[in-house]
Every structure is written in structure tokens, then in C-alpha cells.
């Protein structure tokens, strides 16, 4: 899957790391205070960028994502989500909505991560609704990239993890 016509390009920064390249390296700290690098991991990863803690579309991909994480551990998926909001945001709602992946903060430098993978919206101050499959050596092996008002299918998700093989 490449970009939907619903992004914004000319919000981004940089255009979105693209399928095939290495994925940037990066350390960012939990809703729980620890640092999470999991690119360097050496296991595959789902980074899923979302722009707003709380809202009612993050809300919704993220709980979706809690429903079927047990399909991920399974394969062995590292699952981080991803925002601009602080660790405190954060953990405030991975304990409302029960949450058990990572949830990392991207808040200082703010953004510095979504910029780097291209999907940072310098119009909302936010991460773009991007989603990026990232195989253990560090190819990302596929993305999904929605506007910042449509929601992203969890099973556009699942049905990714194939391309890891």
C-alpha cells in the first residue's frame, strides 16, 4: 500500500520513509518511563503514529489494536504507538482504555521522530495517521498513511504481517 490522496502532502515535512528502506532508529520513553527502542530490537515492529491521546478516532485504532494484540504477540510483533502527546497523556490513557502495548512520546524535541519518518504535520503540530510494518533487520516492509480524520482498519494491519516473511 502506498498513500492514500486523503494525506496532506504538502502538511509533511518529508515525504514518508518508503517500503524497502531501513527504518530510522529511535529511543523514546513509555507510558510507563521507559525508554523503547524497537527498531534496535532485532524483532519486527508496528509503529503506529497517531495524532491526538484521547480522541475519539485514536481512541477507537487504539483499542482495536488492544483487541487483536494477541495476533501480534504471536507474531512476535513489537507494537509501539506513537504521538507528540507527553508520557503523562500517555499513561493517562493506557490506564483508562487498558492498554497493554507501548505507548511512546514523541513530545520533546516535539516531533522529532514523526519528522524523521516523515508523517509529522507541521499545520497541527501532530503525527500524521501513519502506519509502518518493520521487518527485525530494520526494512520497512509495508505502510499505510490516512488524513487525520479516517480511521485506519486494524485488519489492514494483520493482513500486513504476511510481508514480514
Known amino acids: ?6 494525506v496532506d502532502l504538502q502538511a509533511l515535512t518529508v515525504p514518508p520513509v518508503a517500503e524497502g528502506s531501513h527504518a530510522p532508529r529511535f529511543t523514546l520513553r513509555s507510558q510507563h518511563g521507559e ?11 508496528l509503529l503506529v503514529f497517531f495524532p491526538f491521546a484521547f480522541s475519539s478516532i485514536c481512541s477507537a485504532e487504539l483499542l482495536d489494536l488492544e483487541q487483536y494484540h494477541g495476533a501480534f504477540k504471536a507474531a512476535d510483533v513489537h507494537v509501539v504507538a506513537i504521538s507528540c502527546d507527553p508520557v503523562y497523556a500517555l499513561r493517562a490513557m493506557a490506564d483508562a482504555d487498558d492498554l497493554t502495548f507501548s505507548l511512546v512520546s514523541d513530545f520533546w524535541p516535539h516531533g522529532e521522530v514523526a519528522r524523521t519518518y516523515g508523517c509529522f504535520d507541521d499545520t497541527t503540530g501532530a503525527a500524521q495517521r501513519s502506519s509502518f510494518l518493520v521487518r527485525p533487520d530494520g526494512e520497512v516492509c509495508w505502510s499505510l498513511h490516512r488524513g487525520m480524520a479516517e480511521r485506519r482498519s486494524v485488519q489492514d494491519h494483520l493482513d500486513a504481517l504476511p510481508r514480514l516473511a
Not at 500500500?1 to 486523503?6: A, P, T
Open 35 to 45: 525508554d523503547v527502542a524497537p527498531i534496535a530490537a532485532g524483532r519486527p515492529a
Open 1 to 6: 500500500m502506498g498513500i492514500d490522496q486523503v
